[in-house]
């Protein structure tokens, strides 16, 4: 009976290792190379925003999407492929500004820091957008 005991004891030993001890998932030894640590990369992602001003009212001429969520060290490219006439991505702040982007054209920024940037179109200044720049 004790003896049984001391064995399950040890067997709960080995089957209850903490997790930390378990070797990582993603790392490895890659011949030539060496340790590789256990850092997943992600590839910077490019997002597009296109423009909607095809309606009679240029008031109801919007972004689409108006708000876009992306990664620091990602880009987003404003494409004027079918758009009706030129428009502008200026941020509020004035940190970027795409300038007069024809119809057909396309303009790409890339977001290096944290937070929300807003930005409207110089020549239809109610054309708002944000981009939310996640760390
Ligand atoms: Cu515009």
Same mark, same amino acid.
């Given at each position: 009976m004790k003896r049984s005991s001391l064995m399950l004891a040890a067997l709960a030993a080995v089957l209850f290792v903490?997790?930390? !001890? !378990?070797?990582?998932? +993603?790392?490895g030894v890659v011949p030539g190379v060496g340790a590789v640590p256990n850092v997943q990369y992600v590839a910077p992602a490019n997002h597009v925003v296109k423009v !909607?001003? %095809?309606?009679?009212?240029?008031?109801k001429w919007t972004w689409v999407p108006e708000q876009v969520t992306v990664k620091v060290g990602d880009t987003v490219t404003w494409d004027m %492929?079918? !758009?009706?006439v030129a428009h502008t991505a200026t941020a509020d702040n004035a940190s970027w500004d795409s300038g007069y982007m024809n119809p057909g054209a396309k303009w790409t920024h890339t977001f290096t820091a944290a937070g929300d940037v807003p930005y409207h179109c %110089?020549? +239809?200044?109610?054309?708002k957008g944000v981009i939310h720049v996640t760390p």
């Open positions: 903490p997790a930390a !001890a !378990a070797v990582p998932a +993603h790392a !909607a001003d %095809t309606d009679r009212d240029p008031q %492929t079918g !758009a009706q %110089t020549p +239809h200044p109610w054309k």
